[in-house]
């Protein structure tokens, strides 16, 4: 398994997990814990900003990786 490849199946697993998180959030009772919930997901999101630089980057260097 390539490099590329960990890293798109590593930004797909933390985009279900953002989605599932999100999900909760919407309805969670307790204002605190979807407070808690959005403040995760924030950290999530730029960590999905930081992968997806990283796949360009990955596409850029290494053509063949490109689509995968």
Not at 33 to 55: F, H, P, Q, W, Y
Request: with cysteine.
């Amino acid at each position: 398994m390539t490099v590329a490849t960990q890293v798109k199946q590593t930004q797909a697993a933390l985009m279900g997990v953002e989605a599932t998180i999100r999900t909760y959030q919407l309805h969670h009772p307790n204002s605190d814990t979807r407070k808690l919930m959005e403040e995760c997901n924030a950290g999530i999101n730029a960590v999905l900003d930081t992968l997806s630089i990283r796949i360009r980057e990955i596409e850029y260097e290494e053509h063949q990786f490109k689509g995968l």
